[in-house]
């Protein structure tokens, strides 16, 4: 009975506990349910502008020399002195005196062939001096003959009455000696005047020799071409040279060059309407310095690489680029004019979704606006589609971003 009692304790404790939670779950006053509120997000926009845009083409390009030379000796010799600025990035103008050689064999040649010259003049005033007088001289042979002649024609009509066979024959021969003088005295004239023919020919050579050796004696003073900066100098003072020797590199400063590489699909894009006379700009930057050089797209490679997929352009910077730092073998960026998109929207890029989406808001509400990509600018991209003027475009980007979200364009 005890342990009957003892056993009945606990379970009594334990249904009353139940009794008691129950009654307190059914006498608990109801509460109403919290209301689910709708997420209203904060986005940045840009109006819808449609437009005829051309942007910018950002391009890399090495500088070239234009036009540069490889400075020759061409005469042989000791150099005798070099011009100031002859330096490897020497600046030098047309026409400056970079390298002179010893002129001293060159002087010698030049004074003889000059005293050639002038025996060869005085030898033809020589031959023209007997010219004239032989002239003189068959003028009066042809009197002389003349004269014979008349006194040979007077004797025949009076052989045999008062004159003698023996005087005629005399007579004859007086008349044939005076014909023979002619014909010599002319034979002697035309080989003067031969001879005289070959001098003037002989003065003319030795007047190309002239020539030649003044422009050798000339040559000794190498002189700038055109202006510019040296490179590669390859001589000093004292150096003997032979004819040919490579003395310096000198590069046009004043035409340097913009070697731009474009794909198939950017050259159709900027240049399907010619490549002459287009403008850049090129920029190259040195440190923290940017220097800003215009330029002409001027022309195109030869030939196109296969293996790049693209064709080499030339910008000419028409700047002078004389006293800057620019050199050939820079890296510079080139911006060019693209082709012309007719009505279009130009968007920052983070409004495109998908490639082919965009989103308006219409009451406060995203409405989604189907569009095509049909170009870019740098970091903003051109669209087609249905676009209308002056609504807004989401810029802003979240995970939820769909039609029907609500959205309020922050201040």
């Known amino acids: 009975m005890i342990r009957f009692r003892k056993a009945l304790f606990p379970i009594g404790l334990l249904l009353g506990a139940i009794a008691i939670a129950g009654w307190l779950r059914a006498t608990k006053p109801s509460s109403p349910a919290n209301p689910i509120t709708e997420h209203i997000w904060t986005v940045d926009v840009?109006?819808?502008?449609?437009?005829?845009?051309?942007p910018e083409m950002r391009l890399f390009a090495q500088i070239v020399a234009g036009r540069e030379v490889e400075l020759r000796a061409l005469v042989a010799g000791t150099v005798e002195s070099v011009g100031s600025n002859f330096a490897n990035g020497g600046i030098v103008e047309k026409g400056e005196t970079l390298v002179t050689i010893d002129s001293f064999f060159h002087d010698r040649d030049l004074m003889e062939q000059r005293a050639l010259l002038r025996q060869a003049m005085a030898r033809l005033d020589e031959l023209t001096a007997k010219v004239e007088i032989e002239g003189l001289l068959l003028f009066e042979d042809h009197a002389q003959l003349a004269i014979s002649q008349d006194d040979l024609a007077r004797y025949e009509e009076l052989v045999g009455e008062a004159v003698?066979?023996?005087?005629?024959?005399?007579?004859?021969?007086?008349?044939?000696?005076?014909?023979s003088q002619v014909l010599l005295r002319e034979q002697q004239l035309l080989a003067l005047k031969a001879q005289i023919n070959q001098q003037?020919?002989?003065?003319?050579?030795?007047?190309?020799?002239?020539?030649?050796?003044?422009?050798?004696?000339?040559?000794?003073q190498m002189r700038a071409p055109f202006g510019g900066y040296l490179t590669d100098i390859m001589v000093n003072e004292g150096m003997q040279l032979s004819m040919g020797d490579s003395?310096?590199?000198?590069?046009?400063?004043?035409q340097l060059e913009a070697r731009i590489f474009l794909s198939h699909k950017q050259f159709s894009r900027a240049f399907s309407g010619g490549v002459v006379n287009k403008?850049?700009?090129?920029?190259?930057?040195?440190?923290?310095k940017l220097i800003v050089f215009n330029a002409v797209v001027e022309r195109l490679e030869s030939?196109?690489?296969?293996?790049?997929?693209?064709?080499?352009?030339?910008?000419?910077?028409?700047?002078?680029?004389?006293?800057?730092?620019?050199?050939?073998?820079?890296?510079?960026?080139?911006?060019?004019?693209d082709r012309v998109y007719e009505k279009v929207v130009r968007l920052p890029q983070e409004a495109l979704h998908e490639g082919?989406?965009?989103?308006?808001?219409?009451?406060?509400?995203?409405?989604?606006?189907?569009?095509?990509?049909?170009?870019?600018?740098g970091d903003w991209v051109l669209l087609k589609g249905a676009l209308v003027d002056g609504e807004d475009i989401v810029l802003t980007r979240f995970t939820e971003i769909g039609p029907g979200v609500s959205v309020t364009i922050a201040e």
Do not use: C
Not at 247 to 254: K, P, T
């Open 46 to 54: 840009l109006p819808v502008v449609v437009a005829d845009i051309q």
């Open 164 to 179: 003698s066979e023996r005087k005629l024959d005399k007579v004859r021969l007086a008349a044939s000696r005076a014909q």
């Open 200 to 220: 003037i020919a002989f003065i003319d050579k030795l007047e190309a020799s002239v020539e030649r050796a003044a422009r050798k004696r000339m040559d000794t």
């Open 247 to 254: 003395v310096a590199q000198l590069i046009d400063a004043n």
């Open 279 to 288: 403008p850049a700009i090129v920029n190259w930057k040195t440190g923290s």
């Open 303 to 337: 030939e196109i690489d296969p293996a790049l997929g693209g064709v080499h352009m030339y910008a000419r910077l028409d700047s002078n680029t004389t006293n800057t730092a620019i050199r050939p073998g820079a890296f510079v960026e080139v911006i060019v004019p």
């Open 356 to 377: 082919s989406r965009v989103y308006a808001i219409v009451g406060g509400r995203l409405e989604e606006r189907m569009v095509d990509l049909v170009g870019r600018d």
